[in-house]
């Protein structure tokens, strides 16, 4: 891992003037998942942190986006994770792979739904995994490591089935995790990714843009996969691709409203009476910090428009 020299406090330090054009960004993960990203400090007071960190899978559709702010959004986190699992055609004495698993919850779930299952869920930071593991000890068959998707220590064909859930953004080489993600699998193996990538070749022109500067920075990715650099990545790794899903309206479309809901109601005095209201913890969020989510917000929704949330179902030949 990469260090940034400074956490930025709020997004005001990641404007884009902080980054000049032309300059590879430094990449530390650990500064999307703690207390010096507002974005990350919201989304902790509407249960991001404690377990899982996913942006969700939604009931409603576009024009009832807004609708979703009233659901339990941990409830649609579970949901995302569930739908994604789903796809692995997990069975009961498979040995599975929870790659990029955050604080756990995704691999707890996998050992809830099967519990016959060995399941190893991993991590780049060594502090989530503490986390994992003071929140789901003593489960026979669960288990938990620190280490990089880019060099696994799994023998070759060892594994079954491998989820990796919204993290490949992260990953400095996304080519390498697939040929990792080949090797450890055994033949007849399947692997899950659920990622953001750009539409066409086309949307990478705004990977240098005022906008997706800030949300790089917010969110600590260097570039996306188009949707078609994926299925060439796999296909070169040696997979076959089962089938590949959109799912930007059930994901990144709900939670991008849910987004603008949340900061429109934090930028007007009565509506932020309401969140504390609801929620006396939204009091951690000054007015410094509301006035940089709603630049943010405005930032999430220019990617938005140029990359859908993409699942690639990719099945190691027999
Ligand atoms: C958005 S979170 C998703 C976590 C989890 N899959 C979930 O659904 O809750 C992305 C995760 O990717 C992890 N990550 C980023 N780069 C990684 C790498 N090279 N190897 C392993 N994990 C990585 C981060 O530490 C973070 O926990």
């Given at each position: 891992m990469n260090n940034l020299p400074t956490a930025a406090a709020t997004l005001e330090d990641l404007s884009p003037a902080?980054?000049?054009?032309?300059?590879?960004?430094?990449?530390?993960?650990?500064?999307?998942?703690?207390?010096?990203n507002v974005v990350y400090r919201m989304l902790r007071l509407e249960t991001w942190g404690p377990a899982l960190m996913n942006l969700g899978y939604y009931p409603f559709r576009w024009p009832?986006?807004?609708l979703n702010v009233l659901v339990n959004l941990e409830w649609a986190q579970r949901q995302l994770v569930m739908k994604s699992v789903d796809l692995l055609n997990i069975k009961p004495e498979h040995h599975v792979l929870d790659l990029a698993c955050g604080r756990g919850k995704s691999s707890f779930i996998i050992h809830c739904l099967y519990p016959g299952a060995t399941v190893v869920g991993l991590d780049l930071l060594n502090r989530n995994i503490a986390v994992a593991n003071a929140l789901f000890d003593h489960l026979p068959g669960l288990s938990y490591a620190a280490g990089d998707v880019t060099d696994l220590k799994f023998d070759d064909g060892s594994v079954d089935r491998i989820l990796c859930l919204e993290a490949a953004f992260h990953f400095p080489d996304r080519a390498q995790f697939l040929r990792e993600a080949y090797r450890v699998l055994r033949p007849g193996g399947r692997a899950v990714v659920v990622d953001f990538a750009w539409k066409t070749e086309a949307h990478r022109d705004t990977l240098d843009d005022p906008e997706t500067r800030l949300v790089r920075e917010v969110w600590q990715w260097d570039d996306f996969f188009s949707i078609a650099d994926y299925e060439h990545a796999a296909v070169d790794a040696g997979f076959r691709i089962v089938s590949t899903h959109d799912w930007t309206s059930r994901v990144s479309t709900p939670i991008q409203a849910v987004f603008r809901c949340l900061s429109d109601l934090g930028n007007n005095s009565l509506g932020r009476r309401f969140l504390e209201w609801r929620n006396p913890l939204y009091?951690?969020?000054?007015?410094?910090?509301?006035?940089a989510l709603?630049?943010?917000?405005?930032?999430?929704?220019y990617v938005r428009n140029n990359s859908n949330y993409m699942v690639f179902v990719l099945q190691k030949p027999e």
């Open positions: 902080a980054v000049p054009h032309g300059q590879e960004l430094p990449i530390d993960v650990q500064t999307s998942y703690d207390g010096s009832f986006t807004t009091r951690s969020i000054s007015p410094t910090d509301w006035k709603a630049e943010s917000v405005v930032a999430h929704q």
